[in-house]
T-cell receptor, first 113, second 114 residues
Framework: KQEVTQIPAALSVPEGENLVLNCSFT??????LQWFRQDPGKGLTSLLL?????REQTSGRLNASLDKSSGRSTLYIAASQPGDSATYLC????????????FGGGTRLMVKP | AAGVIQSPRHLIKEKRETATLKCYPI?????VYWYQQGPGQDPQFLIS???????DKGSIPDRFSAQQFSDYHSELNMSSLELGDSALYFC?????????????FGEGSRLTVL
């Protein structure tokens, strides 16, 4: 059974810092990996998707990397802002048939002004 | 751009009652997924439909059923509700035929069982 782990579970940083969120998965035969943002009681907003053949994706201040062989992904947030405060979830899909996602427990990020 | 639409956004039911949640996927998406997120937990996959046929089944209780209709909207039916069914229920859609299958989630339906 695929297990996805995120470290740290919570993170508090001052505004302006660069930070890295970590995601690891037990089965390296993934189809793709997605990073999501979730505000309290809200839906999941897709941030970045990395296909299994890719090594990284970038969107604005966000950069996600993927190392399939070691079962790891990182989400790098540059120049963090208070508006970045949210829970960040990574999720992996095992195949394209149905493509259900297995989620990590998330990292709760607090960026202090 | 159109997103995934879920209704109702909030629902309060008594134990043993029935609830129905609706989901309207992004136009032209061929796959719909249902997830359940309990308080403080990560989303758990319930069930998915590809082109109106059930494609995958996760940890969905037998008291729950779902279907996808000809217009691609989907409904999750929950019967004999229990206190533990209180959760945020998400619908997501994707275009599996694209080969990329990025999932887009709705805002969720919050079910409270009293």
């Amino acid at each position: 059974k695929q297990e996805v782990t995120q470290i740290p579970a919570a993170l508090s940083v001052p505004e302006g810092e660069n930070l890295v969120l970590n995601c690891s998965f037990t089965d390296s035969a993934i189809y793709n990996l997605q990073w999501f943002r979730q505000d309290p009681g809200k839906g999941l907003t897709s941030l970045l998707l990395i296909q299994s053949s890719q090594r990284e994706q970038t969107s604005g201040r966000l950069n996600a990397s993927l190392d399939k062989s070691s079962g790891r992904s990182t989400l790098y947030i540059a120049a963090s802002q208070p508006g970045d405060s949210a829970t960040y979830l990574c999720a992996v899909s095992y195949n394209n048939a149905g493509n259900m996602l297995t989620f990590g427990g998330g990292t709760r990020l607090m960026v202090k002004p | 751009a159109a997103g995934v639409i879920q209704s109702p956004r909030h629902l309060i039911k008594e134990k043993r009652e029935t609830a129905t949640l609706k989901c309207y996927p992004i136009p032209r998406h061929d796959t719909v997924y249902w997830y359940q997120q309990g308080p403080g937990q990560d989303p758990q996959f319930l069930i998915s439909f590809y082109e109106k046929m059930q494609s995958d089944k996760g940890s969905i209780p037998d008291r729950f059923s779902a279907q996808q209709f000809s217009d691609y909207h989907s409904e999750l039916n929950m019967s004999s509700l229990e206190l533990g069914d209180s959760a945020l229920y998400f619908c997501a859609s994707s275009l599996v035929a694209s080969g990329i299958s990025e999932l887009f989630f709705g805002e969720g339906s919050r079910l409270t069982v009293l």
